[in-house]
C-alpha cells in the first residue's frame, strides 16, 4: 500500500491512539456480499456474541433468518454507496425506521433480516442515544496491515440503535471490544477488515458484535 504515496484519495490524518506511521486510505471500501460456506460464511458478515462468551469460541447468537446452515452467520450485501466510507459520515434517512422497526438505511449495506426485523448500518458525527460525538472514520494501511477507527458506526434494528464501532465514541474499548485490524493488497485493493464491539443496553446488553468485511477499496 505504502508503494502508492500520498496520491489522490490517500491522506494524511490519523485515527485516534494511532502511530504516526501508515497512510491514511481515504474513500470506500466496496464490500463483498456475504456466501455462506458449509461452515460459516465468507466475504462480509455478521456474528453476536452472547455475553460470557469469547471471541474465539463464541457462544454465538443464532439468527434464524440466516441464510446459512451455520446461522451463527449473518451474511450482508453492499448499499448503495457500495460499502464503508472514510473521511465522511453515511447517515440513516429520517424517519429512520417502517413502522414494523425494519431500518431502512441502506447506503453501508443493504438491510439485512436479525431475528425477524431488519438492520442496517450508519456512522452517524452524534450518536442518536446521546453518547458524545465520533470522528468520521479512519482507516490506515502500513505495508499489507489495516488499522484505524470506527467509533462512529452505529447499527440499527426494530427502533433502536447500538453502537458497533472500535473503539466506542470517546475512545474507551469495554468489554469484548476489540481494535480494527485487517489486511491490504496495494495492487488489487483487495481487502479483509475485523473487529468486534461490544452492546450496551437494549435486548442485546452484554452482548458482543463481531464484524468481517470484506472487498475491494476504491480510491476518492
Given at each position: 500500500?505504502?508503494?502508492?504515496?500520498?496520491?489522490?484519495?490517500?491522506?494524511s490524518a490519523?485515527?485516534?491512539?494511532e502511530?504516526?506511521n501508515?497512510t491514511s486510505?481515504?474513500?470506500t471500501?466496496?464490500?463483498?456480499a456475504g456466501?455462506?460456506?458449509?461452515?460459516?460464511a465468507?466475504?462480509?458478515?455478521f456474528r453476536?456474541?452472547?455475553?460470557?462468551?469469547?471471541?474465539?469460541?463464541?457462544?454465538?447468537f443464532s439468527?434464524?433468518?440466516?441464510?446459512?446452515?451455520?446461522k451463527?452467520?449473518?451474511?450482508?450485501?453492499?448499499g448503495s454507496?457500495?460499502?464503508?466510507?472514510?473521511?465522511?459520515y453515511?447517515a440513516?434517512p429520517?424517519?429512520?425506521?417502517?413502522?414494523k422497526g425494519?431500518?431502512?438505511?441502506?447506503?453501508i449495506i443493504?438491510p439485512?433480516?436479525?431475528?425477524?426485523?431488519?438492520?442496517g448500518?450508519?456512522?452517524?458525527?452524534k450518536?442518536?442515544?446521546g453518547?458524545?460525538?465520533?470522528?468520521a472514520?479512519?482507516?490506515i494501511?502500513?505495508?499489507?496491515?489495516?488499522?484505524?477507527?470506527?467509533e462512529?458506526?452505529?447499527?440499527?434494528?426494530?427502533?433502536?440503535?447500538?453502537?458497533?464501532?472500535?473503539?466506542?465514541?470517546g475512545?474507551?474499548t469495554?468489554?469484548?471490544?476489540?481494535?480494527?485490524?485487517g489486511t491490504?493488497?496495494a495492487?488489487t485493493?483487495?481487502?479483509?477488515?475485523?473487529?468486534?464491539s461490544?452492546?450496551?443496553?437494549?435486548?442485546?446488553n452484554?452482548?458482543?458484535?463481531?464484524?468481517?468485511?470484506?472487498?475491494?477499496?476504491?480510491p476518492r
Amino acid at each position: 500500500m505504502l508503494a502508492f504515496g500520498l496520491t489522490a484519495g490517500l491522506g494524511s490524518a490519523q485515527p485516534r491512539g494511532e502511530a504516526t506511521n501508515g497512510t491514511s486510505l481515504l474513500g470506500t471500501f466496496k464490500l463483498t456480499a456475504g456466501s455462506c460456506t458449509p461452515g460459516g460464511a465468507t466475504g462480509s458478515y455478521f456474528r453476536m456474541i452472547y455475553p460470557g462468551g469469547t471471541l474465539a469460541a463464541g457462544k454465538f447468537f443464532s439468527n434464524p433468518d440466516s441464510s446459512c446452515t451455520e446461522k451463527s452467520y449473518s451474511p450482508v450485501s453492499p448499499g448503495s454507496a457500495g460499502g464503508l466510507r472514510t473521511g465522511a459520515y453515511q447517515a440513516s434517512p429520517t424517519p429512520a425506521f417502517d413502522s414494523k422497526g425494519d431500518a431502512k438505511v441502506a447506503t453501508i449495506i443493504k438491510p439485512a433480516a436479525f431475528a425477524a426485523i431488519d438492520f442496517g448500518l450508519a456512522t452517524l458525527p452524534k450518536g442518536p442515544t446521546g453518547v458524545q460525538s465520533a470522528p468520521a472514520p479512519t482507516i490506515i494501511a502500513t505495508g499489507s496491515k489495516l488499522s484505524g477507527q470506527v467509533e462512529a458506526l452505529w447499527a440499527e434494528w426494530n427502533k433502536l440503535y447500538f453502537n458497533q464501532g472500535s473503539p466506542k465514541p470517546g475512545g474507551s474499548t469495554p468489554g469484548l471490544t476489540q481494535p480494527l485490524s485487517g489486511t491490504y493488497n496495494a495492487t488489487t485493493h483487495a481487502f479483509v477488515l475485523t473487529w468486534a464491539s461490544a452492546i450496551s443496553g437494549g435486548p442485546f446488553n452484554g452482548f458482543t458484535g463481531y464484524w468481517h468485511l470484506a472487498g475491494t477499496f476504491s480510491p476518492r
